[in-house]
């Protein structure tokens, strides 16, 4: 086995070395009766068989670079430079530790201060964390952490939550104590959230843009949020909108997270992400994850260290402020790169072409006849009503060669008045010709 | 003293000795000093090219972003250059031995991240229609298929992010359980020895931790888990092998014990590496337990993540897995994403995470296993745990175990008796091997021993890396014995940095770089 070195000699020269007879010996402690003799499965492959195997399984599944391609809701299809993917493979990044010995990892820590500092910055918040695990697991994250600065318990959702993350703080945050009040999917952006807020709130969670794509002004919310002791958590899926429309912070929002896949890293089939998590410094004793931070060594040099650990798991055990150990650190590398290559400059018209692209194709499809957009605002992403069931439209269109979004039925299954809507995305990789293509097809499918 | 983030000392006690370099630069050759992208970086330099688009009519609302961002670009070279500089100051895996107990670091295949990339994985959409992801969710079913024959369990939950993630998901299945029986028992046994993510789960849904005390030698005897037995108990979270690398012996003895109670037994995959082909969870009595594809099936570590943490559940606790899950059928695996899809007897207890899981870990996990084949990895079990028990006869002379010399399984544990009188402490003999070029083993940790170092080798290493790793050692306990004091206290003298302070990191948090006054950007190269 290409893995393994030893030589069967090596083998039993160690096993000499040890002073028992056989490997049997070193498993002694396990009982008899419960020992294993060969596993149901296959025999050692080669790389080339292992190759075909999965390269069978791949080629059965259709790529997003392969086809017109407006899929979002959550994760987006965007062009990663070349040299991000070169670099997250250096050995030192790839097949490097936790940074606990912070003497010999300076590199993966001064990356985390970076990483922290842009998010910070595009969040518009005072301090970030050092990644969660994906948007949706950071978002239930925050809502225990406005239990712990609140007191209270009741967490209010919006109806543009993407229904994935409503789903993800209604199974952990009643086991944690809280009761979790979900207003009803809002396609339409009507719904009246400020009603909902009271001296019971603990947080408010509001998605923008929300998952049907309308930008949601998010200060009157904070402001109410406020006036009653609650927090606002913001929540964004598409972190490449912050570079066009107000941040979060700037609206008030107490609590920011979202997911950071778009910036550097590939669709993968919905992991790994990366979760983005920002708040104010006065919260960050309460903050869940790693924290990295600036100090000196012992010959007064700038260094960084993991930092304020004494929230963690594994200093406090059951007092925690969250079980996490594990971040996202290689997918946090990955966006720290993107986003050095982009910078202020790139990322501002990385979302204008983004936006100027979504802009066009929502024109187009609201001129197919039967096809009603239901935005007002939009950044790349937007709802639209088709004159039938969404997921059938989308199966037709699949044999047409695109792949022209999520149904809402595929997020909200078994809601009537919801199964003729579908959520379409167009980022910086759509061309003239893909827009014109779903047209096209979309036109002769409603025929 | 003060106390890091591991809870143990920091800076060493006497005053460091100045190895600063005397170059104009403060470069030592390879060593390059780095500057913050936010020093080097400029507002209005970019690496990427993009056309601005041609006019459009925003439909932004109110909503345009009033503030410029304040994020500086670098260009392409100067993005290469910073990152390869930063990425020489870490440490690594593919560079050397990296003995770090209960955390598995073992050779990461490069074939597993070719695998990774290919187009129909790397480049799918987790809401694509699922008429055209028929393979990923075939090599979920395989994937799964792979782990419950090794673990000779009932059903898997692919979507946990990582080991802590997977604990909480197997909790919450507990939890869910014990509610469908309209039952409230709310209290969880974790012995001493454990991994903090195991109270810190417990806890965090609602379950008061009560400790199990261990036997001397960190196993955890029947006896004392029966003696805590109550209708109040929900469960045991039980590490095997555990924390000091061995084996829980009673394992059946407890795990029966604990069904009679009504109550459910988790056990922490941690250190699953050592027993796969040996033993199977499922015989032992588990009902959940969840495994860490980046420890035993080597997805790499990443500088800290990402993992992946699916667990696996026995016939009580199949039920509630957690949507989505992947059901065999006629035609083939159907991925279930929904309650509107499931059938009778399917009650999962909710949802994780927004969609199915690491898929990039899956298929570098699969990858790794049908590279090694059923022969393959038992065989690198039985070479795990032969290079912990190497390392353990090359060095039982000098440094001493907490229970005496005694068979372990993938991992040896230690503790400091042997450095008593030499003025060295367990981080003082660890910094040290740091200037020897390793990285330093897991220390003070399991809480349960003294000064604790445990060494986990894992099968990556050959006879020949082993030898030089134990006769450094060797050395080192030599010097330490022979009063050379100094050497340890001062280390590392050859790393990047010495020793950092991080009392002074958390006693004023700087948490991300802020402007210097007075600040003047450099200007943008033409």
Known sequence: ?447 | MSMNSQGRPTVAATAATSDLPDTFTGNRALQIEEALLFEVGRHDVTGVDLDEPADFTPRLGRLARQQPIDLPGLSEPETMRHYVRLSQKNYSIDSGLYPLGSCTMKHNPRLNEKMARLPGIGDVHPLQPLSTVGGAVELMAELGRWLLEMTGMTSVALSPKAGAHGELCGMMAIKAAIAAKGETRNIVLVPESAHGTNPATAALIGFKVVTVPARPDGTVAPEAVKALLSPDVAAIMLTNPNTCGLFERDVVEIAAAIHAAGAYFYCDGANFNAIVGKAKVGDLGVDAMHINLHKTFSTPHGGGGPGAGPVVLSERLAAFAPLPFVRAGADGPVLVESEEALLPGETPFGRMTAFHGQMGMFVRALSYMLSHGSDGVQQASEDAVLNANYVRAGLRDLMSQPSGDRTCMHEVLFDDTFLEGTGVSTLDFAKAMIDEGYHPMTMYFPLVVHGAMLIEPTESESKASLDLFIATLRDLVMKAKAGERERFQQAPRHAPRRRLDETRAARSPKLKWEKPEPWTEVAAAE
Do not use: W
């Open chain 1, 1 to 447: 086995m290409r893995y393994l070195p030893h030589s069967d000699a090596d083998r039993q020269a160690m096993l000499a070395a040890i002073g028992v007879g056989s490997i049997d010996d070193l498993f002694a402690d396990i009982p008899k009766d419960l020992r294993v003799h060969g596993l149901d499965l296959p025999k050692a492959a080669g790389e080339m068989s292992v190759e075909r195997t999965l390269g069978r399984l791949s080629a059965r599944n259709v790529a997003a670079s392969s086809v017109p391609f407006f899929v979002g809701a959550g994760a987006y299809k965007h062009h990663v430079p070349a040299t991000v993917d070169h670099l997250i493979q250096r050995s030192e990044f790839l097949t490097s530790y936790t940074p606990y010995q912070p003497e010999i990892t300076q590199g993966t820590l001064q990356v985390l201060f970076e990483f922290q500092t842009q998010i910070a910055h595009l969040t518009g918040m005072e301090v970030a964390n050092a990644s969660m695990y994906d948007g949706s697991t950071a978002t239930v994250e925050a809502v225990l952490m406005a239990h712990r600065l609140t007191k209270r318990k009741k967490a209010v959702l919006s109806g543009g939550l993407h229904p994935h993350y409503r789903a993800v703080v209604e199974s952990l945050s009643p086991m944690a104590g809280d009761t979790v009040l979900s207003l009803p999917a809002d396609p339409n952006a009507t719904e009246d959230i400020l009603a909902s807020i009271d001296a019971d709130t603990s947080c408010v969670v509001v998605q923008s843009p929300s998952v049907y794509g309308h930008l949601i002004d998010l200060a009157p919310i904070a402001a109410k949020a406020h006036e009653v002791g609650a927090l606002l958590i913001a929540v964004f899926t598409e972190v490449v909108s912050l570079g066009l429309i107000e941040p979060p912070g700037a609206q008030g929002a107490d609590i920011v997270v979202g997911e950071g896949q778009s910036i550097g890293n590939a669709l993968s089939f919905g992991g790994p992400y990366v979760g983005l998590f920002a708040t104010r410094l006065k919260f960050v004793r309460q903050m869940p994850g790693r924290l990295c931070g600036e100090t000196v060594d012992a010959e007064g040099r700038r260094g960084f260290v993991l930092t304020l650990s004494t929230r963690e798991q594994h200093i406090r055990r059951d007092k925690a402020t969250s079980n996490i150990c594990t971040n996202s650190g290689l997918c946090a590398l990955a966006f720290t790169i993107h986003m050095t290559l982009l910078g202020q400059t790139g990322l501002a018209r990385l979302a204008r072409v983004n936006h100027a692209n979504a802009v066009k194709l929502a024109e187009s499809l609201s001129k197919v006849p039967g096809v009603t957009l239901l935005n007002d605002s939009f950044f790349n992403e937007f709802t639209i009503r088709l004159p039938g069931n969404a997921a059938d439209i989308v199966e037709k269109l699949v044999a047409k060669g695109v792949l022209a979004g999520v149904p809402v039925s595929r997020l909200e299954p078994g809601k009537a008045e919801l199964a003729d809507l579908l959520i379409v995305a167009s980022t910086e990789v759509n061309t003239d010709d893909d827009r014109a293509a779903f047209v096209a097809a979309l036109s002769e499918v409603l025929a």
